[in-house]
Nanobody, 118 residues
Framework: QVQLVESGGGLVQAGGSLRLSCAASGRTFSSYVMGWFRQAPGKERAFVAA????????YYADSVKGRFTISRDNAKNMVYLQMNSLKPEDTAVYYC???????????WGQGTQVTVSS
């Protein structure tokens, strides 16, 4: 079965760093756009970052620009989100997802919790 599994979440103090990983299995995702989203309690899921198949194009939400970096390793079928200078408002469940075409993310992981304390 095709799966995405996130890991690397946890509890960190404001100003700290965390690196999230997304492992894909069941097939290669090297030709697809990969993205990270997050959802805080009571809020809708929001876009965080995306990266194209080659890694040459990246996109970020304004709220994370300059602090977060998305990257991918197609040989390992992995996508990463390096999060620096974390703020309490970054607290959310973080999900990785695949855009298989048409600008729609139709495959999602289970999510990993990130909690940033003051």
């Amino acid at each position: 079965q095709v799966q995405l599994v996130e890991s690397g979440g946890g509890l960190v103090q404001a100003g700290g760093s965390l690196r999230l990983s997304c492992a894909a299995s069941g097939r290669t995702f090297s030709s697809y756009v990969m993205g990270w989203f997050r959802q805080a309690p009571g809020k809708e899921r929001a876009f965080v970052a995306a990266i194209n198949w080659s890694g040459g194009n990246t996109y970020y939400a304004d709220s994370v620009k300059g602090r977060f970096t998305i990257s991918r390793d197609n040989a390992k079928n992995m996508v990463y989100l390096q999060m620096n200078s974390l703020k309490p408002e970054d607290t959310a469940v973080y999900y990785c997802a695949v855009d298989q075409g048409g600008g729609i993310y139709d495959l999602w992981g289970q999510g990993t919790q990130v909690t940033v304390s003051s």
